[in-house]
């Protein structure tokens, strides 16, 4: 049976009713038959039956024990990061996501706990940085925005003989091309707001541990702290992930086609996508993933920021906004947007460049988008020539 037809049966019919989507339970509460005697739930932060059915679901796709669902995906970060004790050190990847770097950086840096940033693609760097105070090996693979692959088997070998924990921001590729766990991570988190949701209309997190241990304590936190997700945003990620196998296929398939339209562009520089032979590691991509996302990177050859902006303001199409993953195409200029907390010396050596802009390719019509790039470069072309004219 293929994965996909796996997964759309793998989501239960509820036994009550026989409805063939889950119930969203809508409570805050549950009555008991006597003191402590429940029906396996008691009050909604600990648990709830919707929610419990996205976490199980997840935990399967990416061959884990234990999910959880969280309030967002920061939440869900911040979860991991309660794992860890004053003294201890995280070694993470050096273009990291924005918002997990202002929460590693400005707010549990002051608790004690240090973290260092590295070019992950390299395991190398790892070897150079590791320290008995590394417990927590951080990446994204691919990383955002510059997509950066980093090989997760090899790292995962490292962290295991270091005897610290390797956990994987799976939110790029998603579980229908890559499967961190099975290649040796311990935790593995997503952005549901991305791929997983698919429509861009929830904020939610997930994650999965390989050890069921693991997971428990994880859980422990969920309830302690209190970042669940509710029943209803819980609803909206299963009924995206019923479809994720679709729209991960149109994804890639219209990246791979506007990547290759981009390297031949005058005015583009670089592109950064794993699809492609040029991408440095795109054999790395190759033997773990089963695709290579809908997310494209370039810069421009004049490196400036503002023929950046300039761009992102003249598609039509493609809508400037964060986020990404949605069934619509998103630009955005990581600089000014979603990599903005990061300090601008350290946001460029870690590649992010003030002309780089990041695609996310949606489910419309491959060359319409193609169209609606092209109309966008003549744009700033002829603003281009009417300032140089003046």
């Known amino acids: ?40 739930y008691d009050y909604a932060r600990s648990g709830n039956p919707t929610r419990a059915t996205l976490e199980q679901l997840i935990a399967q796709l990416e061959k884990g024990t234990v999910g959880l669902a969280f ?9 991991i990061v309660k794992l860890l004790q004053t003294g201890d050190e995280i070694l993470a990847v050096d273009d990291i996501y924005g918002g997990a770097f202002r929460l590693f950086t400005n707010v549990y840096e002051k608790f004690g706990i240090k973290v260092k940033y590295v070019d992950t693609s390299d395991v190398t760097n790892l070897l150079d940085a590791i320290t008995p105070q590394t417990k927590l090996i951080w990446l994204e693979t691919p990383t955002n925005p510059t997509l950066k692959i980093s090989d997760i088997e090899a790292i995962g070998k490292l962290a295991k003989a270091q005897n610290c924990l390797l956990c994987v921001d799976n939110t790029f590729a998603s579980p229908v091309l890559q499967q961190p766990l099975a290649l040796g991570a311990d935790i ?12 861009s209309d929830l904020i939610a997190g997930l994650v999965v541990t390989k050890d069921a241990e693991l997971g428990a304590k994880i859980k422990y936190l969920q309830n302690a702290c209190g970042n669940i997700l509710g029943p209803f945003d819980s609803w909206l990620v299963i009924r995206g992930i019923e479809t994720l196998h679709l729209r991960v296929k149109q994804h890639c398939a219209s990246a791979q086609t506007v990547a290759a339209y981009l390297t031949q562009h005058p005015l583009v520089d670089k592109v ?5 032979k040029t991408h440095p590691n795109h054999d790395i991509a190759k033997k773990q993933a089963k695709g290579f996302g809908g997310i494209i990177s370039f810069t421009l050859k004049n490196d400036t920021e503002e023929a950046a902006v300039q761009l992102v303001t003249k598609t039509k199409l493609f809508k400037l906004a964060e986020s990404l993953g949605g069934i619509k195409s998103l630009i955005s200029h990581p600089a000014n947007m979603t990599h903005k ?24 019509e491959a060359e319409d988008l193609l169209a609606d790039l092209e109309q966008a470069f003549i744009a700033i072309q002829q603003t281009k020539q009417v300032l140089q004219q003046a």
């Open 71 to 79: 309030a967002s995906g920061l939440a869900a970060i911040d979860a």
């Open 272 to 276: 950064f996508y794993p699809g492609l």
């Open 341 to 364: 907390s990061i300090p601008a010396e350290k946001r460029r050596s870690a590649g992010v460049q003030d002309s780089l802009v990041r695609l996310s390719i949606g489910l419309e």
């Open 188 to 199: 593995v988190i997503h952005s549901a707001t991305k791929y997983l949701g698919g429509h």
């Open 1 to 40: 049976m293929s994965t996909a037809t796996e997964l759309i049966h793998s989501i239960p019919v509820d036994p009550l009713t026989g409805a063939i989507s889950v119930p969203i339970y809508q409570t805050s509460t549950f009555v008991q038959e006597a003191p402590g005697v429940n029906k396996g």
